[in-house]
Nanobody, 124 residues
Framework: QVQLVESGGGLVQAGGSLRLSCAAS????????MGWFRQAPGKEREFVAG????????YNADSVKGRFTISRDNARNTVYLQMNSLNPEDTAVYYC?????????????????WGQGTQVTVSS
């Protein structure tokens, strides 16, 4: 069983930045692929970014390329999502997730554990 706790969400003005954190339980965090997803009201949950177990490779959705950066600190069992140049379309609940095979998937079905989510609201 892996538990995930997201933090760092909040209210920010358009053009601003936030850094989300996701702390994971378990002694094998360094073997997990990690992903960030988001779900806006009335929309399906969508992939935002993913990072491999080693941190050497990361992947971003087209909608956030050049603005969001995923990173991880395996010593702290934590994955981060740095979000810059935020706009109102980024408003959503953001979730982190664990992919036990070490390689992040673009699809929700590829993940084994999910956090409870953290709200990000961007005002215009």
């Amino acid at each position: 069983q892996v538990q995930l706790v997201e933090s760092g969400g909040g209210l920010v003005q358009a053009g601003g930045s936030l850094r989300l954190s996701c702390a994971a339980s378990g002694r094998t965090f360094s073997s997990y692929g990690m992903g960030w997803f988001r779900q806006a009201p009335g929309k399906e949950r969508e992939f935002v970014a993913g990072i491999t177990w080693s941190g050497r490779h990361s992947y971003n959705a087209d909608s956030v390329k050049g603005r969001f950066t995923i990173s991880r600190d395996n010593a702290r069992n934590t994955v981060y999502l740095q979000m810059n140049s935020l706009n109102p379309e980024d408003t959503a609940v953001y979730y982190c997730a664990v992919d036990l095979d070490g390689i992040p998937d673009y699809a929700m079905g590829g993940y084994d554990y999910w956090g409870q989510g953290t709200q990000v609201t961007v005002s215009s």
